[in-house]
């Protein structure tokens, strides 16, 4: 994360890997990147929510971006963090990565608004596409990521 | 003047002004000619327009200008109190508890006039010295349009300076000695971009002739450049007019400066109305200032770009308490040192960290304990609107009856203090309407006293607080509350002959359940037990009722001293620790797998006589047990109420005192979570409700 480019006007975003893609998150929802810690099992939630952890006090819910894009879950590795994000609408929420890498400026131009054709299920909370160094990164929606429900199952 | 900083201080002193003014007045409608409550009522009613002014509140500042000039007269010994006027004064608390409730909501006061209060309270006036209380009313107002009238067609504005009674003073006094008093109106240059810094200018030039008195706007506003192209002062100086006028123009950038000697220095009404006056005149710029009050040039326009203040909730603490808390820090303080020492130090100190640990225990009880204290709050507050409203329902209802209270100081949490009120209200206006009977032959009959009595009884019993609110009305009739309760279907037949009369009782509590056989507006629409009910368990308490046909009935509600630090027992179930908060735990059983029967399919226990219902916490909270089949099973009894459970655990870790914390909006929790704690190595415990469970 040492090489960070900030150009003007342009979007921050932290480049996560999930399995074999690059996932972008707006910086600006970011409040903390921490290690993975003991998360307290919350009984009878949706299965994606793993639990709440404690921040410096504060009781933070814990979600699998894994589980609630479709994907496998998959066994806590050294480079698994969790991405605490701050909504306006529920406060803050922990986000399990496979991976952190490092942080990219995208411009407007940089990104592409359609949808991906990814696995079906992801193309829900992706709002583009950048492309940065030849690597894709789609960018995710994290309203929708943090929605109750995947647009699908509606 | 920017007031909102003071809005919070505003709006709880005008509270305890109301609650004084409440409780006075029903003192003085017993002992009308009681001249300390006319005072006490005078002096509260004047603080209060004083504040509303102050404020820029006008409708508030009318309104109990009126109420203070009806005191006023009644100080005198001009009028005499009677029933007709302490009804109308209540209207008027009424009105302004309205007002203040729009200030709370909205920040601003609203739009009611309430001409006909300020009507019918002017009214007592003029029964007996109509000339003196005209005067007295129509003094604000015309000072206000000569102020305007005068202002518009000469540039003289410092002839319109509204003085305070000390400012007048100091100008008497300033010209015994000899000096000249001079009024001043300078006019800055419009193209001036740094009006603030000229007026500065100007300000520091006349102060070198004399001393600067007065100036309009203040020169707090004239700093932040708050004020048009002028601005007026009043200046004690040796020196004359025309020294000072020049000395006013000398400065660059200014327009004109206009003066002359003031002559005659008249004390404007009251400080509070210098300001209001001041608004109402002619400087509407300024009005943008006072957002809040509501001047005649469009109320809306100025409030509605303003953000809805926010008012915070504060508590009034004791500075005897904030001293407890210092002290508590500084020993906290010296213990951290002491360890410090003692870890740093050789090895032979360090059997003393042990004697530190349990000292740095002692402190930080003794500071949570403070702290909680200065959380606490006498219901005091929420308690002494009542004696009013009994006093209204008894005109109401056409019914003699009285309200004894005890032990209004009983302390609770603030958070608790705020809600209990509604509950509180609902019972009492229960008992008034149904419990106190209305036919006083009945109560003769009954051996009862013609006036009903409610009593209102709170007091501290262990980690709980108790308030009772018991009559010695006609009682539940526990028949017809089975009727209503067959005839809606509530419960069958078969369900009827079963049940005890507590549980028919407890009906009532079911939503929309009254059996009133008259609705009416004071009770009886069947929206009212069910959501005390609720009420009082969302604070985790619990309500009651015992009830005699004949006797009366008496309302228990029970309330945990405070609802962020609990003693909680900690529980191990699968893999999970949990908390379950000691005050619903009985107690703690083991009990043999084979003691476990089913009734209704339901496993139950039977503990010494008791048929206990058993639950099984993993199977609630999902998870799997720990222990064998053929294992004794730990059983945690809880109550509530008359009701209790078995909770079934793995394993019991101990006793421990924990902080509540939310598990915040984004996880939609089940009813049997209540929170979270975060435990000694950083690890989050979840909290079980065990009320959740019964």
């Known amino acids: ?154 | 003047m920017d007031v909102s900083q003071y809005l919070e201080v505003f709006i709880d002193e005008t509270n305890e002004h109301l609650q004084n003014l409440n409780t006075s007045i029903l003192d003085l409608e017993q002992n009308p000619d009681n001249m300390d409550t006319v005072n006490e009522i005078f002096r509260a009613a004047h603080s209060l327009k004083g504040m509303a002014g102050t404020m820029g509140y006008k409708r508030m500042q009318d309104l109990t200008h009126a109420m203070e000039n009806v005191f006023s007269k009644v100080r005198d010994g001009e009028i005499k109190v009677n029933s007709a006027m302490i009804d109308t004064i209540f209207q008027c608390l009424d009105a302004i508890q309205e007002y203040l409730d729009n200030i709370q909501g909205g920040g601003d006061e609203g739009t009611n006039d309430n001409a006909a209060i300020i009507k019918s309270l002017n009214g007592f006036l003029s029964g007996e010295s109509a000339p003196a209380a005209e005067a007295e009313e129509s003094t604000a107002a015309p000072t206000a349009e000569s102020a305007s009238a005068g202002s518009s067609d000469g540039k003289d504005k410092w002839k319109d300076i509204k003085l305070t009674e000390e400012q007048v003073d100091v100008i008497e006094a300033a010209k015994k000695d000899g000096k000249k008093v001079v009024g001043l109106t300078v006019f800055v240059q419009e193209a001036c971009i740094l009006k603030s810094a000229r007026a500065f200018l100007v300000f520091k030039a006349l102060e070198e002739l004399g001393e600067i008195i007065v100036s309009v706007p203040s020169t707090q506003d004239i700093e932040d450049e708050r004020f048009d192209f002028e601005f007026s002062v009043i200046l004690i100086t040796d020196s004359d007019v025309e020294t000072a006028i020049n000395a006013a123009k000398g400065v660059s950038e200014i327009e004109d400066a206009v003066g002359g000697y003031v002559e005659e220095a008249t004390v404007a009404d009251d400080k509070a109305e210098v300001a209001v006056a001041a608004d109402a005149a002619d400087t509407v710029e300024e009005n943008k200032n006072v957002p809040a009050a509501p001047a005649h040039d469009g109320a809306g326009k100025p409030t509605a770009e303003k953000k809805k203040p926010v008012v915070n909730r504060t508590v009034r603490v004791d500075i005897e308490k904030l001293d407890d808390l210092m002290n508590l820090v500084s020993e906290l303080i010296t213990a951290k040192n002491s360890l410090v020492s003692a870890a740093t130090a050789d090895n032979e100190s360090a059997n003393d960290v042990g004697e530190h640990i349990e000292y740095l225990e002692n402190v930080t009880t003794s500071l949570h304990e403070s702290v909680m204290k200065v959380r606490m709050v006498p219901i005091e507050s929420v308690v002494n609107k009542f004696p009013r409203m009994i006093r209204d329902l008894q005109k109401k209802l056409g019914k003699k009856m009285e309200l004894y209270m005890t032990g209004e100081e009983t302390e609770l949490d603030r958070t608790v203090v705020d809600e209990i009120g509604d509950p509180l209200m609902h019972l009492l206006r229960n008992s008034a309407d149904h419990g106190i009977e209305s036919d006083v032959a009945l109560r003769k009959e009954r051996g009862k006293p013609e006036e009903g009595s409610i009593f209102l009884d709170a007091y501290q019993d262990g980690n709980n607080v108790v308030i009772e609110v018991r009559d010695d009305g006609n009682g539940i009739d526990v028949e017809a509350v089975k009727r209503k309760a067959l005839e809606r279907g509530t419960i069958t037949e078969e369900q009827a002959n079963q049940m005890s009369d507590k549980e028919i009782i407890n009906l009532l509590f079911l939503p929309s359940f009254s059996t009133a056989k008259v609705v009416s507006d004071i009770s009886g629409r069947g929206v009212g037990l069910d959501v005390v009910k609720s009420k009082i368990e969302s604070l985790s308490g619990e309500v009651d009722v015992k009830s005699q046909l004949g006797v009366g009935s008496t309302w228990t509600i029970r309330l945990p001293l405070t609802l962020a630090i609990i003693q909680s027992l900690m529980v191990i179930v699968g893999d999970e620790k949990y908390a379950i908060p000691l005050g619903n735990i009985q107690t703690i059983e083991s009990i043999r797998p084979d003691e476990v029967k089913a009734v209704q399919q339901k496993e139950v226990i039977n503990l010494r006589g008791n048929i206990i219902p058993i639950i099984r916490l993993n199977e609630i909270l999902d998870c799997q047990s720990a222990k064998a089949e053929d294992e004794d099973l730990v059983v945690v009894i809880v109550k509530k109420g008359d009701k209790q459970a078995g909770l079934v655990i793995d394993e019991l870790t101990g006793q421990q005192e924990i902080v509540i914390k939310s598990l915040g909006k984004y996880i939609q929790r089940s009813k049997v979570i209540s929170g979270a704690t975060i435990l000694g190595n950083g690890e989050v415990a979840l909290i079980i409700d065990p009320n959740a469970l019964i």
């Open chain 1, 1 to 154: 994360m040492d090489e960070v480019k900030i150009y003007s006007e342009a979007v921050q975003y932290i480049k996560i890997e999930m399995g074999t893609e690059m996932f972008g998150i707006d910086i600006s929802y970011v409040d903390n990147i921490v290690r993975p810690q003991h998360v307290t099992r919350v009984p009878n939630v949706a299965s994606y929510i793993k639990g709440v952890i404690n921040i410096r006090g504060e009781i933070i819910p814990i979600m699998s971006l894994r589980l609630k894009m479709g994907l496998e879950e998959i066994e806590e590795s050294k480079s698994t963090r969790f991405i605490i994000i701050k909504m306006e609408k529920y406060g803050k929420i922990g986000l399990i990565v496979d991976a952190v890498k490092e942080v990219v400026a995208l411009e407007d131009n940089q990104i592409e608004r359609v949808k991906v054709d990814t696995s079906e299920e992801i193309a829900h909370f992706v709002s583009g596409v950048g492309k940065v160094d030849g690597v894709l990164v789609s960018l995710l929606d994290l309203d929708m990521v943090v929605m109750e429900k995947s647009a699908k199952e509606e």
